[in-house]
């Protein structure tokens, strides 16, 4: 009897440390000085050497471009992608076309594209599958593709294996996958054979607070509205235009795929010109929608869209265009932090669960220059309070920064450092500092070092801060 017992309990000691091991708790980790850590150093040498492959001599060429679009609204019946409370249900159809659009750059030495599309996040099975048809049909590298996603929540679903894509994009469905991958495709392809013709750009922005407000806390929002013009030699236009207020005008009972305010803001561009308007999402993490009208659904989407859309249009007609640019890009994974998924504020969940639940470790950080203007694409929510202090970092160098999201890859909420430890897990930031938040306490000095380098690294007057 007592030997039974003895096994017994060293079979219940196995099965609960197993399931620690597993599960969790884990103890939750401090932070510390992240520049010091050897995965951090080695993303700083795959940055270094993925600019390396830029020619960056302050001799700027010649500028061309090209730009395309393909639609990417999948059947009806395939789940929408963004609230957790659809449940994975069936769409309807489509409410307002939906795309995927590509803008071609090249200096004659160095060649980009911005890849833009009215999806929540571009996963990272994507992105990996465009960045190889791509390159076997081009010969474009990885590392001169920026992704960007315009973060409705009401484009399509359906493209993420695994426990936790499901909770937000539904079921998945292997032919999504493959159309999205296609459409992809085709618009950077086209973008790219086009990019043959004369060009000339120029940049601008201005602070709009009345669209734009901090849902977490009383704090800083990111309220520049970024804007770029690409005109060819013969007149057409292409506006690239960039805002950081989150798309989820469209609530979750919208079952219709739509592209939410952005895909307002870009129709309204191209009704009103006849160009061609492509838009990127900004540091949309905490920053929602404002909007002083009685207008709800997509009727509020109309008016904030095509309110944002007049500021561009008031502002481009002043805006110099210059024909010598400089072009330039970084890509590079990145080897992550030990994620961190708490449930307390001393006590996380096991990582190897959050690989299991469909999240890997890995990241990406991409940068394109386009003259003074830098495009750092985020792999995740990025915080629109970080948003500015790496603006004003930027813009004493000299840099016009754009900072985004979603650019082909996804690691959660990257949120500012100082609140890590504060924040409660019963508290208003918790859907923020904990559900969402996977990079534990050196997230925000992680991201923004590496993007200074990123920035530094394509340009020969631009150096690092402190």
Known sequence: ????????????????????????????????????????????????????????????????????????APPAGTPLA?????????????????????????????????????????????????????FRQTGLAADALLFNAS???SGPGGWAPGFVGKQFAG????SVLEFLAQQFTAAIVEA??????????????????????NRTREAPCDTELS???????????????????????????????SGDYPGYLARALERETGGFAMFLGGAVGSMTTRHAG????????????????????????????????EIASVGAPLELPSFQWRIHPSWRLSPFLIRFLGIDSDGWLQC????????????????????????????????????????????????PDAYYATARPDGKEAYEMYLMNWCGPNQEAFFTHLAREAVTALSRSVVSGS
């Open 192 to 213: 790219d054979a086009t990019a043959g013709d004369d060009a000339a750009l120029g940049t601008g922005g201005v602070p709009v607070d009345a669209c734009i407000r």
């Open 227 to 257: 804007y770029m013009v690409v005109e060819k030699e013969g007149g057409a236009r292409c506006f690239v235009v960039s805002y950081s207020a989150h798309p989820t005008v469209l609530g979750g009972s919208n079952m219709e795929f």
């Open 151 to 153: 973060h409705t929540h």
């Open 82 to 134: 963004g609230f957790g409370d659809r449940k994975g249900k069936p769409s309807t159809g489509v409410h307002d076309e939906i795309f995927v659009k590509a803008l071609a750059l090249s200096d004659g030495n160095d060649k980009a594209v911005l890849v833009a599309a009215d999806m929540l996040i571009i996963p990272e099975n994507l992105a990996e599958t465009v960045r190889e048809r791509v």
């Open 368 to 415: 394109v220059r386009v003259g003074d203007a830098y495009f750092a694409g985020m792999p995740s929510d990025f915080s629109g309070e970080i948003s500015v202090r790496l603006k004003d970092w930027a813009h004493t160098q000299g840099a016009d920064l754009w900072v985004l999201s979603f650019n082909g890859d996804y690691v959660g909420y990257i949120s």
């Open 294 to 325: 009685n207008e709800s659904g997509f009727e509020k989407a109309a008016a904030i869209g095509e309110g944002l859309a007049r500021h561009v249009l008031d502002g481009v007609d002043a805006l110099e265009l210059r024909r010598e640019v």
């Open 1 to 72: 009897m007592k030997t039974k017992l003895l096994i017994a309990g060293a079979v219940v000691l196995a099965l609960l440390t197993l399931a620690v091991l597993l599960v969790g708790p884990w103890p939750a980790y401090s932070g510390g000085d992240v520049t010091h850590e050897r995965y951090y150093q080695r993303n700083v040498e795959a940055i270094r050497a993925s600019a390396g492959r830029s020619t960056t001599d302050g001799r700027p060429g010649s500028l061309r471009a090209g730009w395309a679009k393909r639609p990417i």
């Open 171 to 174: 079921t998945y469905d292997a």
